[in-house]
């Protein structure tokens, strides 16, 4: 199962498709949800620089500044 499927199931269903996955493909399903989540972070903080709510559309030079604002706080969580 790829990590976007994985994404795609109810809490509930997540025992059982742990402990049907073999050890290693654990351990890469754990290491996809993290560059996913990584990168949504990253993205998220790009859009919002270009959404410019309240300051106007800052550009796409600050806008990657701050996307790796977003990217760096999400890999101090995961401690990564």
Same mark, same amino acid.
């Given at each position: 199962m790829n990590a976007f499927e994985f994404l795609n199931k109810v809490p509930d269903e997540w025992q059982a498709i742990i402990d049907a996955m073999p050890i290693g493909d654990r351990g890469e399903l754990a290491y996809r949800l993290e560059r @996913?989540? @990584?990168?949504? !972070? !990253?993205? !998220?903080?790009?859009? *919002? *620089?270009?959404?410019?709510?309240?300051?106007?559309?800052?550009g796409h030079k600050d806008a990657v500044k701050e996307s790796h604002k977003f990217r760096d706080r999400v890999r101090k969580v995961l401690g990564i």
């Amino acid at each position: 199962m790829n990590a976007f499927e994985f994404l795609n199931k109810v809490p509930d269903e997540w025992q059982a498709i742990i402990d049907a996955m073999p050890i290693g493909d654990r351990g890469e399903l754990a290491y996809r949800l993290e560059r @996913i989540c @990584i990168n949504a !972070a !990253a993205a !998220a903080g790009y859009v *919002e *620089e270009r959404f410019g709510s309240g300051s106007g559309d800052q550009g796409h030079k600050d806008a990657v500044k701050e996307s790796h604002k977003f990217r760096d706080r999400v890999r101090k969580v995961l401690g990564i």
